[in-house]
């Protein structure tokens, strides 16, 4: 198997409810990496282009950027919570690559690291979106 990643960063705040409290709205420097997975490579020897799968993480974080995650869609109607942000990003760049990517090349995991020391990694199943 081999494994590509691409990283994003961008600003944003947010405010998550834990246990029925709402915190406080604060911001962070988000980090995203977002890692594409596949069993065989290309007639070139890649998995795939860096620049197509940047290019479509690009995309789906830039409504984040310098944003209230709060009042941004789909964060308006759910839990801003690292793990549903790392969910979202990649369901949403695996659309974007769907065609893009290879036969058995799919988005294999997301991590989002709100702040140093604290990341939550989303790892889709392999028949997910």
């Known amino acids: 198997m081999f494994e590509l990643e691409v990283s994003a960063e961008f600003c944003a705040a947010h405010a998550i409810v834990i246990a029925g409290s709402r915190e ?4 962070h420097n988000w980090r ?3 890692t594409v997975a596949g069993p065989t ?3 070139d020897g890649l998995l795939c282009d860096f620049h197509a799968v940047g290019a479509a993480l690009a995309e789906v974080t830039g409504c984040f950027a310098n944003a209230d995650l709060n009042a941004t869609a789909p964060f308006d109607r759910v839990n801003p919570t690292a793990e549903l942000v790392a969910r ?3 369901g949403a760049v695996s659309s974007r690559l769907a065609g893009v990517l290879p036969a058995g090349a799919r988005v294999s995991a997301c991590r989002v690291t709100e702040a140093p020391g604290c990341a939550a990694t989303y790892r889709p199943g392999p028949h997910d979106a």
């Open 24 to 27: 406080p709205v604060h911001g």
């Open 32 to 34: 995203v990496t977002l």
């Open 41 to 43: 490579l290309d007639a």
């Open 88 to 90: 979202h990003i990649a």
